[in-house]
């Protein structure tokens, strides 16, 4: 059998000779595989190369996500490392407002949830403990971001207490008789004396300051005007309800400044010396009493005489 062979014949422009390229058909085949190979390999090639294209765009994406990420990561870490030692800080301070505050009996610490001041050793109060939160200079996990963050709650209920514990204090305190009533001199102090009238051994309630008859009186602490009385013994007289069963006594006035029923508070002017009821000259007879009971009222003016 013949070989069929495929002629491709050439026709220049100019007179030449012609010429004549023979191919046989088993040549032909082998270049047509050849070039449909190349031709896939090619096309493989071309999608390889936009697919890598593809591929260091999202790369190029991806490294400045993280760089980012890393940045707020780095930034979250030193905010978490401050608020470990803004923590640490408040809890020293609630721990010494605790002191001055006299909380210092184990179940009333506990309560409060007042620590050693230390945070590197705190761990969670939950049932079964928690992670403790780290040194400065370590990594922080999210657990231990959320310890802190606990512990940071802990701390502001106490400071929480400590307020309104303070501002009890605040309020008693205010109610408390502290300053003097009147600008004189102490004639006679709380103890037992020599009654001026009867001459005999009985002991003085109160104090008497002896002061020029109209000079202001003023209240010794916050109040409600609870009695304007006006007797023999005590002359014009006020009596002061401050709370917590205190109530204060002025007697021997000459006038009266305020009403009953009204608030006051320390140092508004209540009345005036005199020497009403029974009195040898102008002074003010001067007493505290809690629950009724008569106490020296040295023992809670503050001022200097």
């Given at each position: ?10 026709v220049p422009h100019c007179a030449q ?66 608020l470990r030692e803004t923590v640490k800080n408040f809890e020293n301070y609630a ?211």
């Open positions: 059998m013949s070989k069929k062979f495929l002629s491709l014949i050439i000779r012609f010429k004549t390229i023979t191919v046989s058909q088993k040549t032909l085949k082998l270049l047509g595989v050849i070039g449909a190979f190349a031709a896939i390999a090619m096309v493989g090639f071309l999608v390889d190369y936009f697919a890598m294209n593809v591929t260091r765009a999202k790369y190029k994406a991806l490294l400045s996500e993280t760089s980012q990420q890393k940045k707020q990561l780095s930034e979250y870490e030193q905010s978490i490392r401050k721990r010494k407002l605790n002191v001055m505050a006299g909380l210092r009996s184990p179940e009333v610490m506990e309560e409060l949830g007042i620590g050693s001041g230390d945070t590197t050793d705190i761990e969670s109060s939950e049932p079964g403990g928690g992670p403790s939160i780290p040194p400065a200079g370590q990594a922080v996990s999210l657990q231990e971001a959320q310890a802190l963050a606990l512990k940071a709650e802990d701390v502001g209920k106490n400071l929480d207490v400590l307020a309104s514990f303070f501002e009890a204090q605040t309020i008693k305190l205010a109610s408390t008789p502290t300053i003097w009533p009147t600008i004189g001199w102490v004639s006679s102090p709380f103890a037992y004396r020599d009654d001026p009238f009867t001459g005999k051994r009985q002991f003085h309630y109160g104090i008497d300051i002896a002061t020029n008859f109209g000079n202001p009186i003023v209240a010794t602490a916050n109040g409600i005007v609870i009695s304007l009385g006006n007797d023999k013994m005590g002359g014009k007289n006020i009596v002061i309800s401050h709370g917590n069963g205190i109530t204060t006594h002025y007697l021997h006035l000459s006038k009266f400044l305020v009403k009953s029923g009204q608030k006051i508070k320390r140092g508004d002017v209540i009345g005036l010396v005199g020497n009403t009821g029974k009195a040898r000259g102008p002074h003010l007879h001067y007493e505290v009493r809690v629950n009724n009971r008569p106490v020296n009222p040295y023992n809670y003016i503050l001022e200097e005489e």
